[in-house]
């Protein structure tokens, strides 16, 4: 275990983690540094919940002084720990075992893809109640973590924060275009960056790979640890094969209506098994449901749903004929934007004509209709299913984003293009 700890806390030495992309989400965590609550990260594998921790690390060890040898960071993914998953007393020995090593106490625990230790809110709730530790972070790949029996343990003693992958507006600061006025002087290189993110997504993992074969190559080495660690043995799925159609169904008619029972029919299944492995899905953080819009919660229930996945990427690896449907992948897209940005009520409107998406954020709601490109052929139906949803729920302000198209439409209502709309500052 000595090696395994050594080589995971290469920060003991003195040295600061070197070539991380710069989160948003930092800041948010620094100001919650003080509080004793513990820290959860949740998100979908790869995702950068791990490079996120050695930031935060790096930030204790610049930022506040603290003593780099009190800092231990533990990746629980790792295989060499798979005999201590059965058992959560094996994390007093893990801290205990780096105690020994640098000669200091663990002030600071760092534990990542906690849900691999079976009943680990046991020894969380116990080593932040005895006050072990200043503080302690976890991460986790699976929503279904602190909704369990045992999470009810943790209750009012810890704070969960989203982490996804990189957003449109990480990625323009990664290359030094920080606001709207180097975003217009470089708008060529910021098309070029949108339409990979369109094709390939944004896991930190595939920033700086050039050649398009080992991206595909990766993310679908992502999907299937996905599927298979955090959805299948997460939830002890039997029906593999069912699962795995049905997640390449979905992944292959992105933002399509359906309903259980169709869904159940496509399989050969049932309704029942439809909604649990929706559940599954969304729990592991790969796909969400957003329903049809409506004042009345049971209509929202009943009516047809639509699916949307966590990264573009994810599309383009499984689903490799579809990639090339820019109008739906731009729907998913800016779906996974708005996430990103802080909405969490979005649905979609549809009945003679449709929406993509109606948004609130507090009182603000939005009405947001997507078009990789505004032509003859569709003009008239994108405005006319904006305008309906407008009226209809008495939504202030609705806009087309397209790739590259900009107009004022009327007071209302405007056109902008995606790469404006997701740049910091423009709305």
């Known amino acids: 275990m000595d090696k395994i700890l050594v080589l995971q806390n290469r920060h003991w030495l003195g040295g600061l983690y070197e070539g991380l992309f710069d989160r948003a989400i930092i800041p948010g965590l620094l100001a919650k540094m003080k509080l004793r609550e513990i820290q959860v990260l949740l998100g979908v594998r790869r995702s950068g919940k791990s490079t996120i921790f050695k930031l935060l690390i790096n930030s204790l060890m610049t930022g506040v002084g603290v003593d780099p040898r009190r800092i231990l960071y533990v ?14 007393t094996s994390l007093y020995r893990i801290t205990e075992t780096a105690e020994k090593i640098t000669g200091e106490k ?24 005895s006050e072990l530790f200043v503080k302690i972070f976890v991460t986790g790949s699976n929503s279904a973590l602190l909704k369990d029996d045992y999470a009810v343990l943790l209750s009012g003693r810890y704070l969960a924060d989203d982490v996804f992958p990189l957003s449109f507006q990480e990625l323009l600061d990664h290359q030094g275009f920080c606001d709207l006025l180097t975003v217009t002087a470089n708008k060529s290189r910021v098309l070029n960056i949108f339409e990979n993110v369109l094709r390939f997504g944004s896991f930190p993992g595939l920033v700086k790979i050039g050649e398009d074969d080992l991206k595909r190559e990766l993310l679908v080495s992502y999907y299937d640890t996905i599927v298979l660690k955090d959805c299948i043995a997460a939830s002890t799925i039997r029906e593999t094969s069912i699962f795995r159609e049905m997640v390449h169904y979905l992944l292959s008619n992105i933002g399509g209506l359906y309903s259980y029972n169709g869904l159940a029919g496509v399989l050969g299944s049932n309704e029942t098994t439809a909604r649990e492995f929706i559940a599954v899905l969304e729990n592991s953080f790969l796909m ?3 329903r049809n819009y409506s004042y009345s919660l049971k209509q929202q229930t009943k009516a047809r749903k639509k699916c949307y996945c966590v990264d573009n990427g994810l599309i383009h690896a499984v689903s490799f004929a579809f990639s090339e449907n820019r109008g739906r992948l731009m729907e998913n897209l800016v779906y996974t934007e708005l996430v990103k940005q802080g909405y969490r009520e979005i649905y979609f409107f549809h009945n003679s004509r449709e929406c993509d998406f109606v948004v609130k954020k507090g009182a603000e709601g939005k009405a947001i209709q997507i078009a990789y490109e505004l032509n003859d052929r569709n003009r008239k139906r994108e405005l006319d299913g904006l305008r309906t949803a407008m009226e209809k729920y008495d939504i202030p302000r609705g806009v087309v984003i397209t790739a590259d198209q900009e107009e004022t439409v009327s007071e209302r209502c405007e056109i902008v293009p995606f790469w404006k709309y997701f740049n910091r500052g423009s709305e």
């Open 75 to 88: 990746n629980l993914d790792d295989p060499y720990f798979m005999d201590l998953y059965r058992d959560p």
């Open 106 to 129: 663990i002030d600071y625990l760092f534990l990542d893809e906690i849900q691999n230790v079976r009943e680990w809110q046991r020894f969380v709730k116990s080593a932040h109640d």
């Open 288 to 290: 969400k449901e957003i």
